[in-house]
């Protein structure tokens, strides 16, 4: 159950990192709710973020969203045993939580919190859970 968990989690956190690079038009509503809506696309072009829109922000929004999903998919791949040793798995998470919870906070709204919840759980289970990728793959 912990590897459906922890897997869900992680490819959660990529989809919602890579929808940074293709944010809502503005003044366009959320996608329908059975794509997910803004929970799973959280990124609005209208939305007041902490880097004013255009420059920075245009820069680090598709870096930060493509590391963070990257790695997440790689710790997925370690878990499920394919090709990415099962060590790198922690420092994949921190570090695709890291630039997901640094999106986040350049992006914040209401939508931004189920993103950090994910990021928050994963890092929980890395450092509070001391989950070994060893133990998942069960």
């Not at 696309?41 to 963070?68: E, K, M, S, Y």
């Not at 790689?74 to 394919?82: D, F, I, T």
């Not at 798995?89 to 921190?94: G, M, R």
């Amino acid at each position: 159950m912990e590897k459906v968990v922890s897997i869900g989690l992680l490819l959660v956190g990529a989809q919602v990192n890579l929808s940074a690079l293709v944010p809502a038009a503005p003044g366009q509503a959320a996608p329908p709710w059975w794509v997910g809506g803004g929970l799973l696309w959280p990124f609005f072009n209208d939305t007041r973020t902490l880097l004013p829109a255009g420059g920075l922000r245009d820069t680090l929004t598709p870096i930060f969203g493509i590391v963070a999903a990257v790695c997440f998919v790689l710790a997925a791949a370690a878990v499920l045993g394919w090709h990415v040793p099962s060590a790198w798995a922690p420092w994949l998470i921190v570090t695709g939580a890291v630039f997901s919870i640094a999106l986040q906070v350049i992006w914040f709204s209401g939508w931004a919190v189920l993103p950090l919840l994910v990021d928050v759980a994963l890092l929980w289970a890395v450092f509070g859970w001391s989950a070994a990728v060893v133990s998942l793959r069960g």
